[in-house]
């Protein structure tokens, strides 16, 4: 709130010292009228000077209230805009925040669609891998969704959400989950420190390589394995 000069104490203390003033030439005014009525000399023109300089410090001490009535009501005055220049800046900076949050809510609306759309490749994609896999290598069935993450050097096992959620989780910070719907770390080796976990984008691709590596090598054994029972049925022929 904006600050003014204390003016109102300095009128109030001379206004106090006007009032004394007052109050003691009250005071010499019966002594100076009963000498005049007694018919003293100088008195009555005394009295007459008494009266003079009595109507002068009263109407100093009127003129000083009326000037400290002014200024309570500048002060007031300044105070309520004061206020409400400050309620004009918080307006400003809450118009500043609205805008903020509008374009926040754009770009959010725009990566909520990214991200679905990239969640249902992640899916698509893993369901793809599960049903191109043959059957007769003997693949287990849904390793296209398992993983693992690497937390602090060891191997922590866990499906393709957990890694999902994880991922989430990486964004989010300690004690603040709440911030990323379904954000959910892997485990209590990473809640309070979630870059701990590696990033799914290093973990999933391991995972495909161990796929097509699995595989590479299950097609080779089974390519040796057909080719010398061929061999064989030759041999016997």
């Known amino acids: 709130m904006q600050q003014h000069e204390p003016i109102a104490p300095v009128i109030i203390a001379k206004i106090d010292g006007a009032r004394a003033a007052?109050?003691?030439?009250?005071?010499?005014?019966?002594?100076?009228?009963?000498?005049?009525?007694k018919g003293k000399a100088g008195a009555a023109g005394q009295l007459a000077e008494h009266r003079k300089k009595l109507e002068s410090l009263r109407s100093a001490e009127a003129e000083l209230s009326a000037a400290l009535t002014l200024v309570r009501k500048q002060d007031e005055i300044a105070d309520v805009e004061?206020?409400?220049?400050d309620l004009r800046t918080t307006l400003g900076k809450i118009?500043?925040?609205?805008?903020?949050r509008d374009k926040a809510a754009v770009r959010f609306s725009e990566l909520?669609?990214?991200?679905v759309d990239t969640y249902r490749e992640l899916i698509d994609t893993s369901f793809l891998i599960e049903n191109l896999a043959?059957?007769?290598?003997?693949?287990?069935?849904?390793?296209a969704f398992r993983g693992e993450s690497i937390i602090d050097g060891r191997a922590f096992p866990c499906g393709l959400d957990g890694l999902i959620s994880n991922e989430l989780f990486r964004y989010s910070g300690p004690g603040k989950t709440g911030l990323l719907p379904k954000a959910e770390a892997l485990g209590l080796m990473n809640v309070m420190n979630p870059k701990a976990s590696e990033s799914i984008?290093?973990?999933l691709p391991r995972l495909g390589a161990t796929i097509i590596a699995t595989i590479e090598d299950r097609i080779e054994r089974m390519h040796r394995r057909d080719l010398k029972r061929c061999n064989s049925e030759v041999a016997e022929q």
Do not use: N, W
Not at 95 to 100: D, E, L, R, S, W
Not at 112 to 115: G, R, V
């Open 112 to 115: 909520a669609k990214e991200i």
């Open 134 to 143: 043959p059957r007769d290598l003997g693949m287990v069935h849904g390793f």
């Open 82 to 85: 004061a206020h409400h220049s």
């Open 22 to 37: 007052v109050a003691a030439f009250e005071a010499e005014t019966a002594e100076l009228a009963l000498a005049a009525v």
């Open 201 to 203: 984008a290093t973990s």
């Open 95 to 100: 118009k500043t925040a609205v805008q903020k």
